[in-house]
């Protein structure tokens, strides 16, 4: 895209936060996934594919919904349910209105591993990412995340 003001080039602190973003991307998830792994043997994808599930109205999404809600492609999301099924913790039942899809239903079995973890998952939450924070604006911090998400 091109525009008709000249662009501005960063300032240090415009450069030091760009170079830090894809650090975090990378680093955050990695940290709480090896913290849950270690403490839970949970991986940080199956919390959060459990966590997904036990907001959703009757603890069930549609196959393809869990995947987006998950940032999965639904191949990825089948292979991680397929897990959490095998122990007890999903169950895959044929949707309703469309036979010819599934719906991933948490069972009370997934819905106890996740309180079980998410402990764990709040206390490297903490550590790794909010305890950084002190002082700055979360809720200004998480309007802007999610208007550069939403424009990406």
Known sequence: MTTSRP???LNA????LVRALPRLIYALPRAIDADMVREQQLPLIEWIALMRL???P???MRMGELAVACELSLSGMTRIVTVL???GLVERVRCDDDARGFNAVLTDAGLA???QAWPSNLASVRRHFLDHLEGVDLARLASAIQNVAGNA
């Open 7 to 9: 662009v501005r080039p």
């Open 13 to 16: 602190d415009e450069e030091a």
């Open 54 to 56: 036990s907001e959703s």
């Open 58 to 60: 009757q603890r069930r």
């Open 85 to 87: 099924e095998r122990q």
């Open 113 to 115: 591993r996740l309180e």
